[in-house]
């Protein structure tokens, strides 16, 4: 059986698959809360405009994913994304 990934960047209303991949962080992370997740801030980072977060799905598992942040840089005219 083929096992086919599908990767999506998540926007408002995906809270729910952040956080899955929050809890699957967590566990490959070794957290020492493995079932913590903030909702509140899922809420806010998923809306803002200087966040992102891919997800790798196969089927509705979350297998994986990552999350950058945009910061406005001091010294210079542009913005770096740190993933």
Same mark, same amino acid.
């Given at each position: 059986? %083929?096992? =086919? =990934?599908? #990767?999506?960047?998540?926007?408002?209303?995906?809270? !729910? !698959? +952040?956080?899955?991949?929050?809890?699957?962080?967590?566990? %490959? +992370?070794?957290?020492?809360?493995?079932? #913590?997740?903030?909702? $509140?801030?899922?809420? !806010?980072?998923?809306?803002?405009?200087? +966040?992102?977060?891919? =997800?790798?799905?196969?089927?509705? $598992?979350? =297998?994986?994913?990552?999350?950058? @942040?945009?910061?406005?840089? #001091?010294?210079? $005219?542009?913005?770096?994304? @740190?993933?």
């Amino acid at each position: 059986m %083929e096992k =086919v =990934v599908e #990767y999506r960047k998540l926007a408002i209303g995906d809270e !729910s !698959s +952040f956080s899955k991949l929050v809890l699957l962080f967590n566990k %490959e +992370f070794e957290s020492p809360d493995l079932n #913590y997740v903030n909702d $509140k801030n899922i809420r !806010s980072l998923i809306a803002k405009p200087d +966040f992102i977060c891919f =997800v790798a799905f196969i089927g509705d $598992k979350v =297998v994986g994913g990552l999350t950058g @942040y945009e910061l406005l840089m #001091y010294d210079q $005219k542009s913005s770096s994304m @740190y993933l």
